[in-house]
Nanobody, 124 residues
Framework: QVQLVESGGGLVQAGGSLRLSCAAS????????MGWFRQAPGKEREFVAT????????VYADSVKGRFTVSRDNAKNTVLLQMNRLKPEDTAVYYC?????????????????WGQGTQVTVSE
C-alpha cells in the first residue's frame, strides 16, 4: 500500500509562484512514476507532469512547460512541483499520483494511488 500526502497549495496572485510537495510512504519502487494532475470545477482531471523515479525522466503538459518544474528529494520520498508565472487558469485542485508501471502515462486511469489533493487559487 502507498500513501500520498500533498501540501503547499494556497492563494497567489497571477505571476506568482507556489511549490507543491507530495510525500510518499509505503513500498515505493524505483520503476514507478509520480504524476501531477489538476482538476478545476466542472472540468475533467487534467495531466500536468509525470516523473519516473528510476531515471528522473519528466514529461510536462504543454500548458505548463517552461513554467512548472518537477524535482525530487529521494531521501524523503518526496516529489516537488515548483510552479512559476502562475496564471488564473492554473486554478484547480492539484493531485499527485503513483503509476506502478514505468510508462509515464498522461491519463488519470494509468495511475494506481492518489493523494487527497491541495487547492491552488491564482487571482487576477
Amino acid at each position: 500500500q502507498v500513501q500520498l500526502v500533498e501540501s503547499g497549495g494556497g492563494l497567489v496572485q497571477a505571476g506568482g509562484s507556489l511549490r507543491l510537495s507530495c510525500a510518499a510512504s509505503g513500498r515505493i519502487s524505483a520503476w514507478w512514476a509520480m504524476g501531477w494532475f489538476r482538476q478545476a470545477p466542472g472540468k475533467e482531471r487534467e495531466f500536468v507532469a509525470t516523473n519516473r523515479w528510476s531515471d528522473s525522466l519528466t514529461v510536462y503538459a504543454d500548458s505548463v512547460k517552461g513554467r512548472f518544474t518537477v524535482s525530487r528529494d529521494n531521501a524523503k520520498n518526496t516529489v516537488l512541483l515548483q510552479m512559476n508565472r502562475l496564471k488564473p487558469e492554473d486554478t484547480a485542485v492539484y493531485y499527485c499520483a503513483v503509476d506502478t508501471s514505468p510508462v509515464l502515462g498522461r491519463t488519470a486511469e494509468t495511475y494506481d494511488y492518489w493523494g487527497q489533493g491541495t487547492q491552488v487559487t491564482v487571482s487576477e
